[in-house]
């Protein structure tokens, strides 16, 4: 990556601040050291042909992080969720600890990836290990979740070889009242998706952390996408009014490519997604789309672990909604 002073400098020195319009390369310098975090941009801008964003899009892009525009969209119903780090482990632990009460022996069961699904893993792991629960197979969305279930004993069976899956646990970056999501923060949501969307049950286990009044205004869409249709998809993804990203790799130089050899687009939606439905299917819609984050009527339940005081309780999505809601009445 340049040099955080190069960068500068390359900006101030392009006067691109004004113009209507900038190539993809210097939307990348502008937002580089912020959001934006696209490496080696020179090598994309080549590959890319200098698509064209426009500036708005691109202040968009560089608009504060996650915690800031999820607490000031909390706030307009609910006091602002603050955890720190080891709080919000612990949350995801108990609430990881209670979704897997649901498994029953001989049970199909999906394993989802990312921290909070990794946690149910191990505590299945400890079920079937404690003999409370027998002939339970699982299958993987990742191969951090088919590693996780070999390390803590949870045999695992391949998709097709199994004509149903009984119960998925997965986590969620983003929930909303009605149990849509954003999936995809460690770009597994493609076959997360798979999986979850066939589950007799999909439980999402989440922290109040996760808990939005309207998907988008933080968390970018992942989108994967075929390695070779990337400079189209990127141009049909802001004609949809998003501001896509490339997601690097953080130990590696270069982009993350996805477990099934795709790349991963991040599209913010500054304005938030007013249709999820729509526009799940509308970028699913773009020829080299593999698939996207937007998990919409697909969760049948979501447990959110909270934390009020020294209390720590799951509660059902929609007594965590109705509580906020209280919440905000008492205090206006
Ligand atoms: O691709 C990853 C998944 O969709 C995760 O389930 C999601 O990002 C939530 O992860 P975490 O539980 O680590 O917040």
């Known amino acids: 990556m340049a040099p955080a002073g190069l960068l500068e400098h390359a900006v101030a020195s392009t006067g691109i601040v004004g113009s209507s319009q900038m190539s993809f390369q210097g939307l990348a310098r502008l937002g580089a050291r912020k959001h934006l975090n696209l490496i080696s941009l020179q090598k994309w801008d080549q590959q890319l042909g200098g698509l064209k964003i ?39 632990r108990a609430v990881a600890r209670k979704a897997v009460e649901l498994v029953k022996s001989g049970m199909i069961v999906g394993l989802g990836t990312g921290s909070t699904a990794s946690m149910a893993i191990e505590e299945l792991g400890k079920l079937i290990s404690q003999n409370k629960v027998k002939d339970v197979v699982g299958v993987a969305t990742s191969y951090q979740s088919r590693v996780l279930a070999r390390q803590f004993g949870v045999k695992t069976v391949d998709l097709n070889d199994v004509n149903h899956i009984d119960v998925a646990f997965d986590g ?3 929930v909303d009242a009605s149990m849509n999501l954003i999936k995809g923060g460690g770009a597994a949501h493609t ?28 968390f970018p869409v992942p989108v994967e996408v075929l390695q070779f249709a990337l ?11 998003g501001v896509p990203e490339i997601r ?53 339940k979501v447990l959110v672990a909270t934390k009020d005081g020294d209390e720590t309780a799951i509660v059902e999505l929609a007594d965590f909604v109705a509580s906020l809601k209280s919440a905000k009445e008492v205090s206006t």
Not at 193 to 218: F, N
Not at 231 to 239: C, I, K, N
Request: aromatic share 2%; hydrophobic share 45%; net charge negative.
């Open 54 to 92: 426009s500036l708005h899009a691109a202040a968009a892009a560089t608009a504060p992080g996650r915690k800031n525009l999820t607490l000031g969209a909390l706030a307009a119903t609910a006091p602002a969720p603050e955890l720190d780090a080891s709080t919000q482990d612990n949350l995801k």
């Open 231 to 241: 400079s189209p998809v990127l141009r049909a993804l802001v004609g949809l009014g």
């Open 191 to 218: 076959m997360e998706k798979v999986v979850d969307s066939i589950a007799k049950q999909c439980v999402i286990l989440i922290d109040q952390t996760k808990v939005v009044p309207e998907l988008g205004l933080t």
């Open 172 to 174: 969620a970056d983003e």
């Open 248 to 300: 690097n790799a953080l130990r590696k130089d270069g982009p993350v490519i996805t477990d099934l050899g795709n790349m991963v687009v991040d599209v913010r939606f500054p304005e938030g997604i007013k249709n999820p439905a729509e526009l799940e299917n509308k970028i699913n819609m773009i020829p080299g789309v593999i698939e996207n984050g937007l998990f919409i009527n697909i969760a049948h």
